[in-house]
């Protein structure tokens, strides 16, 4: 797909500032170029980290992303926000890279999920956990060992979980950008989390039978 | 239902997208489950509130050296 077409569905009121911004941007003006790149560029990096887990990889999708938008500012709608429009064009350049990456060892999801017995009873039960999430999140340590599970997902279904619940992506727009359908991204998204569950239970897990 | 029905199916049973009552039935009788479905919903607040917190982000300033790389592949191209 080509990351300019990564047109996003979600329209948005636009300020006069932006579309003052947009004509700008259309007639050349570099000051309006040094403008979006200023402004955007933080958090689109922190996107593609977040897929990429690689900070060279992340600055050249950042940079790739431009390009794919500088590109195709004349057939830009203005349907949505500038910086929708530009989550979704860093979002398509991240997954573009994983595309090229050179695979990598990891866990298989099946050993990460779940165990039944014969008759459909876990076999390990299920415990409360000691703390409530909104606890776990004062606390760096345990945000740092959430981070690390979340990067021990198998990659396939790390970046539907950040897709759909981090970045906050409608399931229909996951599946396109994935190329999957929409019941893989429902089923790939409910895998992850539950792999989740799984690497942090061992942590959280209290006491008791 | 057993566990691994309720489990296998738990996401459609948040989104509302199954019959509930047989779901509900089961948690009525499976403490396991009530506990499993409560650290799923706490898994996904977690997972999101730890990107969420801006502190784990990047710094609103973007580096320096990447703005002027991106503006000059700009300039280079018109």
Same mark, same amino acid.
């Given at each position: 797909?080509?990351?300019?077409?990564?047109?996003?569905?979600?329209?948005?009121?636009?300020?006069?500032?932006?579309? $003052?911004?947009?004509?700008?941007?259309?007639?050349?003006?570099?000051?309006?170029?040094? %403008?979006?790149?200023? @402004?955007?560029? /933080?958090?689109?990096?922190?996107?593609?980290? %977040?897929?990429?887990?690689?900070?060279? @990889?992340?600055?050249?999708?950042?940079?790739?992303?431009?390009?794919?938008?500088?590109?195709?500012?004349?057939?830009?709608? /203005?349907?949505?926000?500038?910086?929708?429009?530009? +989550?979704?064009?860093?979002?398509?350049?991240?997954?573009?890279?994983?595309?090229?990456?050179? $695979?990598?060892?990891? @866990?298989?999801?099946? @050993?990460?999920?779940?165990?039944?017995?014969?008759?459909?009873?876990?076999?390990?039960?299920?415990?409360?956990?000691?703390?409530?999430?909104?606890?776990?999140?004062?606390?760096?340590?345990?945000?740092?060992?959430?981070?690390?599970?979340?990067? %021990?997902?198998?990659?396939?279904?790390?970046?539907?979980?950040?897709?759909?619940?981090?970045?906050?992506?409608?399931?229909?727009?996951?599946?396109?950008?994935?190329?999957?359908?929409?019941?893989?991204?429902?089923?790939?998204?409910?895998?992850?989390?539950?792999?989740?569950?799984?690497?942090?239970?061992? +942590?959280? %897990? /209290?006491?008791?039978? | 239902?057993?566990?691994?029905?309720?489990?296998?199916?738990?996401?459609?049973?948040?989104? &509302?997208?199954?019959?509930?009552?047989?779901?509900?039935?089961?948690?009525?009788?499976? =403490?396991?489950?009530?506990?499993?479905?409560?650290?799923?919903?706490?898994?996904?607040?977690?997972?999101?509130?730890?990107?969420?917190?801006?502190?784990?982000?990047? =710094?609103?300033? =973007? =580096?320096?050296?990447?703005?002027?790389?991106?503006?000059?592949?700009?300039?280079?191209? &018109?």
């Amino acid at each position: 797909m080509n990351q300019a077409d990564a047109n996003p569905m979600d329209a948005a009121a636009w300020t006069d500032d932006e579309a $003052r911004l947009l004509t700008a941007l259309r007639a050349g003006d570099d000051l309006a170029f040094e %403008r979006l790149v200023r @402004d955007h560029s /933080g958090r689109m990096l922190a996107v593609a980290q %977040r897929f990429l887990r690689n900070s060279e @990889d992340a600055r050249d999708v950042v940079q790739e992303a431009f390009i794919a938008a500088f590109r195709s500012l004349n057939s830009f709608e /203005g349907s949505a926000r500038l910086s929708t429009w530009l +989550h979704r064009i860093v979002i398509n350049a991240a997954l573009m890279k994983l595309r090229s990456r050179r $695979r990598v060892p990891e @866990d298989s999801i099946e @050993d990460l999920l779940p165990k039944f017995l014969e008759d459909g009873h876990q076999v390990h039960p299920s415990r409360e956990w000691r703390r409530s999430s909104e606890e776990m999140m004062q606390d760096e340590q345990t945000r740092g060992l959430v981070r690390s599970c979340i990067e %021990r997902l198998p990659e396939a279904y790390r970046t539907v979980l950040i897709l759909r619940d981090l970045e906050e992506l409608d399931t229909q727009e996951a599946a396109t950008l994935l190329g999957i359908t929409e019941n893989a991204v429902k089923i790939r998204l409910h895998r992850a989390r539950q792999a989740l569950r799984g690497l942090l239970d061992p +942590h959280f %897990r /209290g006491g008791g039978a | 239902m057993t566990c691994r029905e309720f489990i296998e199916f738990l996401m459609e049973y948040l989104l &509302s997208e199954v019959d509930r009552e047989k779901f509900d039935a089961h948690l009525a009788v499976c =403490p396991s489950c009530v506990t499993y479905l409560k650290t799923y919903q706490e898994t996904v607040k977690v997972g999101k509130a730890v990107f969420a917190d801006p502190n784990e982000t990047l =710094p609103e300033e =973007p =580096p320096e050296d990447l703005i002027k790389a991106i503006l000059a592949a700009r300039s280079k191209r &018109s």
